[in-house]
T-cell receptor
Framework: GEDVEQSLFLSVREGDSSVINCTYT??????LYWYKQEPGAGLQLLTY?????DMKQDQRLTVLLNKKDKHLSLRIADTQTGDSAIYFC???????????FGTGTKLQVIP | EAGVAQSPRYKIIEKRQSVAFWCNPI?????LYWYQQILGQGPKLLIQ????????DSQLPKDRFSAERLKGVDSTLKIQPAKLEDSAVYLC??????????????FGPGTRLTVL
């Protein structure tokens, strides 16, 4: 199966850390991604991780990958109001290199 | 660098009518994707082109949806006839070439379709 699941909603206070979780089912995925979607806009790639890595850090973003549990997480340090958006995890897999997106997590940052 | 362009941004039609969406990818990008994003869900791939050839259209409802990418540049997606459940945002994306590296996709702003 190719289901990618996420919790629907997360609310945090400005300055706190946010952790968005994702589970996927395709063990052959080569890359996993986090995309951000702001209101009225298309998706924008935030970061990605290759499947043979456990962790990737990029400024305020930390991606953790647990292949055994097929679990991916995105940690945003010092969350700002501008981080309010919908975050989608996605996996790249299959012979056609198809990207399958999760259901999205809406992050609300409270000032 | 100009981004992915889509038009129209919004469209309201009645069921059983026809509608077409247009996408112009980033210059030089060989791979073009059409996604359907229903409210509250993630994007679902409808069709993927590599240049002007179809790579994957397994989730395209071919009885009513069609897409083409003549000359391997811009693309149109058509729905004929539309149903109520087709109400969604239709996203177009492009990437330099599918199947290599991390395959970053660049998305357009989408076309919001409402079927009444």
């Amino acid at each position: 199966g190719e289901d990618v699941e996420q919790s629907l909603f997360l609310s945090v206070r400005e300055g706190d850390s946010s952790v968005i979780n994702c589970t996927y089912t395709d063990s052959s995925s080569t890359y996993l991604y986090w995309y951000k979607q702001e209101p009225g806009a298309g998706l924008q790639l935030l970061t990605y991780i290759f499947s043979n890595m456990d962790m990737k850090q990029d400024q305020r973003l930390t991606v953790l990958l647990n292949k055994k549990d097929k679990h991916l997480s995105l940690r945003i340090a010092d969350t700002q109001t501008g981080d309010s958006a919908i975050y989608f995890c996605a996996e790249l897999s299959g012979g056609y290199q198809k990207v399958t997106f999760g259901t999205g997590t809406k992050l609300q940052v409270i000032p | 660098e100009a981004g992915v362009a889509q038009s129209p941004r919004y469209k309201i039609i009645e069921k059983r009518q026809s509608v077409a969406f247009w996408c112009n990818p980033i210059s030089g990008h060989a791979t073009l994707y059409w996604y359907q994003q229903i409210l509250g869900q993630g994007p679902k791939l409808l069709i993927q082109f590599q240049n002007n050839g179809v790579v994957d259209d397994s989730q395209l409802p071919k009885d009513r949806f069609s897409a083409e990418r003549l000359k391997g540049v811009d693309s149109t997606l058509k729905i004929q006839p539309a149903k109520l459940e087709d109400s969604a945002v239709y996203l177009c994306a492009s990437s330099p070439r599918g199947g290599i590296s991390y395959n970053e996709q660049f998305f357009g702003p989408g076309t919001r379709l409402t079927v009444l």
